[in-house]
């Protein structure tokens, strides 16, 4: 075994056993290169990664592979998921140098961990134009030893773009409509006509873009593009729940990890279009969707895992397809691979349940069994919300379960085996304040509404530019990388900045605190002339500008989340309405609002300005 097997991370435990001496990302290593005048060699991937493992099996397990690494490099393996600030400035620098990025992510660095080169997945023999992955580390190692100035100034360069990233100046020019009118337009121009979502293949679902749409009023290209995704394939039609991507245009054939964070944000726009439009099958989806999470990632201490591996035994996809004498209904199943099938089409309740038992008696993937706190505050808005409108008292407890978990001071980044490790990052806070205000409209307890303000009030400490504006992915007392980074773009997450400044939006309707109004528009400002060039890498950002534009409109509640009036003020589709529930005197929206003789009451409200406060249901 190798350093690995003292780590945490299901992804660096993978690789314990490689016949590679590698190092977790750290001092020690990068100690070691400057001691032994080596560069380092970096692999970064997570656990579901489908590729990262062939380049497991194909390099790392090989001998003659792995003496070759060990005797030219200093050798790091990286979670992207743990260490999300490593992963995106070394994943910035080989995008600046070769136009594109993925995983399994490797780069080779200075003993001053300033990066000269890289690219993404090596075979181990030459093949469709790439090197093979041993003459790419004697190539390397030779012109590291035989071209010093040369790699210097490669790693000067690439350096100093990543720093110039993170100095993006705020626009100056006026946030207005017309951006979201601009960028509405583009995404519409960017539209599959036939199966829905953006551009070709491959196709991400794009969760962030289709929540700005519904806000927008365009329904029929949400629903194609919902639809799409729902059809079979990319959707497991047998157990819920969404696969990765789609390789293909028709959302039909999948990489198959499954991912916490896709599931938990293809929840809303579903429960959303089902409000929209009635269609009960829109509903179902994502209530499938919870009922995946719940059933397969969540862990008894109320968290989340983060994903199920791509491969089972070795082969993408093995555990999710089928042939027809496995019993799978012949009519529905599409070509894949090996000899079997993708399950498309409509299943009855009782086929379904049936397929699930069977696939049940199969190998399982494997489960990446961290909890990401970012991941889990994503999860935590869907239950909250899934839970209230679908009315299931499970999903709710399930989503105070997740809130007690997240209730930490500091927020960590994972926790696994009872072991929290590392610092927060900015999307980690971000999306757990999101989460606990999710949580306050859900339960009406006042307790989670206060904790999303702490949590957001520390992420301003911690992460805000006082010199630009917007927020930084780390602290400013966190591990100095060579650059320290914002990420403005949905990856597909939304970005932690644009997911800040919608919770401080949020907030500052019901303080009537213009300070954080500022701080969310000093962010939108950095990104503002991006929105309408590029709206599918900005949907959070664009939904947060619309929150921003919105006509004020604050309900205070009085009276507990399951009265009548409070179920009437909440049934709708309302994005921009802010809601707190009360008596409470620490919350300006608040104040000196109480029941109507006894009864719950709702205020609706316009930068405090309230109506008569109304105790009937059917006058909501």
């Known amino acids: ?65 792995a003496a070759v690494m060990n005797e030219l490099f200093v050798n790091v393996k990286v979670d992207r998921e743990e260490r999300p600030d490593v992963d995106a400035v070394y994943m910035d620098a080989v995008v600046a140098l070769t ?33 093979s992955f041993r003459q790419l580390l004697q190539a390397v190692s030779g012109a590291y030893r035989e071209r010093p100035e040369d ?30 009118a601009e960028a509405e337009r583009v995404l519409l121009s960017q539209l599959d006509p036939r199966w829905g979502g953006f551009g070709h293949a491959p196709k991400f679902p794009p969760a962030s873009a289709l929540e700005f749409l519904l806000r927008r009023g365009e329904l029929d290209a949400v629903r194609l593009t919902l639809d799409g995704m729902a059809a079979g394939g990319m959707h497991d039609l047998v157990g819920g729940g969404f696969h990765r991507y789609s390789v293909d245009e028709q959302w039909l054939v999948p990489h198959f990890e499954k991912m916490l964070y896709d599931n938990a944000l293809l929840v809303p726009p579903y429960l959303h279009a089902w409000l929209l439009t009635g269609e009960a099958r829109y509903r179902e989806v994502a209530e499938r969707t919870l009922d995946y999470m719940l ?76 909890v990401i706190a970012s991941w889990n505050g994503l999860a935590l808005a869907a239950l909250a919300e899934g839970g209230r409108r679908l009315e299931r008292e499970g999903i709710l407890a399930a989503a105070r379960a997740l809130g007690e978990l997240l209730v930490a001071d500091p927020l960590w980044r994972t926790m696994r085996d009872g072991r929290a490790k590392f610092p927060a990052y900015l999307d980690d806070y971000a999306n757990v304040a999101h989460g606990f205000y999710e949580l306050h409209v859900a339960t009406g307890e006042l307790r989670w509404l206060r904790e999303a303000r702490r949590i957001a009030l520390t992420a301003l400490e911690l992460f805000g530019d006082p010199e630009r504006g917007g927020f930084f992915l780390t602290p400013a007392d966190g591990e ?49 002339d991006l929105l309408a060039r590029a709206p599918t890498a900005f949907g959070w950002a664009l939904c947060a500008l619309d929150l921003h534009l ?37 919350v300006p929206l608040l104040e000196g609002k109480t029941p109507v003789d006894g009864k719950p009451a709702v205020y609706v409200c316009e930068r405090f300005a309230c109506q008569a406060p109304v105790t009937d249901p059917s006058q909501i």
């Open 151 to 180: 790699v210097a100034a490669q790693a000067e360069a690439l350096v100093g773009a990543l720093r110039r990233s993170a100095e993006t100046e705020p626009s100056l020019e006026p946030l207005t409509g017309a951006l979201l």
């Open 295 to 370: 059933r397969e990632l969540r862990f008894l201490g109320g968290g989340f895992a983060s994903a199920q591996d791509a491969d089972t035994d070795g082969v993408e996809g093995l555990t999710y397809t089928w042939t027809a004498e496995e019993g799978a209904p012949a009519g529905l199943l599409q070509p894949f691979e090996h000899g079997r099938s993708i399950l498309r089409g409509e299943l009855d309740e009782v086929t379904r349940a049936r397929l699930l038992a069977i696939r049940g008696e199969r190998p399982q993937p494997a489960l990446d069994d961290k």
């Open 480 to 528: 100095p990388l060579v650059a320290r980074q914002k990420a403005f773009d949905d990856n597909p997450t939304p970005s932690g900045s644009s997911m800040l400044a919608f919770v401080l939006l949020r907030l500052a309707r019901m303080w009537g605190d213009d300070e954080l109004e500022r701080q969310a528009v000093g962010a939108l400002r950095l990104v503002r």
């Open 1 to 65: 075994m190798n350093r690995l097997a003292q780590e945490t991370s299901p992804y660096l435990l993978q690789h314990a056993d490689n016949p590679v001496d590698w190092h977790p990302w750290g001092e020690e290593a990068l100690g070691r290169a400057r001691a032994e005048g080596k560069p380092l060699l970096v692999s970064i991937g997570y656990s579901a990664c489908h590729w990262c493992h062939v380049m497991e099996r194909e390099s790392f397990d090989d001998e003659a592979t």
């Open 99 to 131: 136009g594109q990025g993925g995983w399994p992510l490797t780069v080779f660095l200075t003993p001053d961990g300033e990066p000269f080169f890289g690219g993404t997945y090596f075979p181990p023999e030459p093949r469709h134009g790439l090197p």
């Open 550 to 586: 919105s006509p004020p409109r604050e309900l205070a509640i009085l009276g507990g989340a399951d009265s009548e009036v409070a179920r009437a003020a909440l049934s709708g589709f309302d994005p921009n309405a802010v809601v707190a529930f009360g008596p409470a005197d620490d």
